[in-house]
């Protein structure tokens, strides 16, 4: 195995009851990089994250996170892996104040890293610094997925997981959100992107692939599927 994978997801089938979604797709992350999943609407997107992350039962494969065999994992183990989940709808709670939802998120990285303080979370988003004794419920859902973002990274990941972070949102929000995606990127901690803006994705990821009912059909550096003529026909675009 690569040793620098920090995924390496083979052969995924993943089923809901008797509807079979996933038909032995792959997935590789490496440390530090930015993939993009891409895949038009039921693809199956959603359902490859979730199977990564534990949290469909029904499930065959090869699952490796961090070296480690994850394919019968739980959600809680993936977590304390290194991976944070921002989902799709957030994942604030809505009953404790802006600064109470990140306080509580913090903790050290599994090799102790520390650097993403609640100063820097601040800095990163100054919208959440004026909104501090605010209730998650009261957030605007721009803000909401801010925090969800804050939160993430407040427990210093070795990978972020963003389910469609920008949609249903106002476009100054979508590009403040793309513009952190770009800072994480930076920082070093590897992400995985679903989003309706594949240009966005892929301007803003290492490598891409693309779903197409379950299966991946293109896979490769953003460039190289950015410039796929067939790019255009599996987006439906
Ligand atoms: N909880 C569920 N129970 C049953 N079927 C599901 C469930 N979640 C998703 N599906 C089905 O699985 C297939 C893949 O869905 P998935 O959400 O993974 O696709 P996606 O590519 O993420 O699309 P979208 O952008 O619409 O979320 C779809 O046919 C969907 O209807």
């Known amino acids: 195995m690569n040793r ?3 995924v390496d997801a083979r052969g995924i089938h993943a089923w809901y009851g008797s509807s079979h979604v996933l038909h032995g797709a792959q997935l ?12 038009r609407n039921g693809m199956g997107k959603s359902t490859l994250i979730r199977t990564l992350l534990g949290h469909v039962a029904q499930r065959d494969g090869h699952i490796t996170l961090f070296g480690k065999d994850a394919s019968r994992f739980k959600p809680h183990k993936v ?22 939802n990140l306080v509580m998120a913090a903790r050290r990285g599994v090799d102790g890293r520390n650097d993403w303080s609640f100063e820097r979370v601040m800095a990163t988003f100054p919208r ?32 972020i997981v963003l ?5 249903g949102l106002a476009p100054l929000i979508v590009a403040d959100i793309w513009r952190v995606i770009g800072e994480i990127r930076k920082s070093g901690i590897a992400t995985l992107i ?43 675009v």
């Open 4 to 6: 620098d994978l920090i």
């Open 28 to 39: 590789q992350i490496a440390r530090g990089q930015t993939v993009g999943l891409l895949g």
């Open 79 to 100: 977590a304390r892996l290194g991976v944070a989940y921002v989902p799709e709808g957030r994942g604030v709670f809505p009953n404790l104040t802006v600064r109470e």
């Open 128 to 159: 959440l610094k004026e909104r501090l004794t605010n209730l998650g419920a009261q957030l605007s859902g721009g803000e909401q997925q801010m925090l969800s973002i804050g939160r993430a990274l407040m427990t210093h990941p070795e990978l």
């Open 163 to 167: 389910d469609e972070a920008t949609e």
């Open 194 to 236: 679903v989003d309706r803006d594949y240009r966005r994705v892929l301007a803003h990821a290492d490598q891409a692939l693309v779903l197409q009912k379950g299966q991946v059909l293109l896979q490769g550096t953003a460039e190289d599927v950015a410039n796929d003529p067939a790019l255009s026909t599996y987006l439906g």
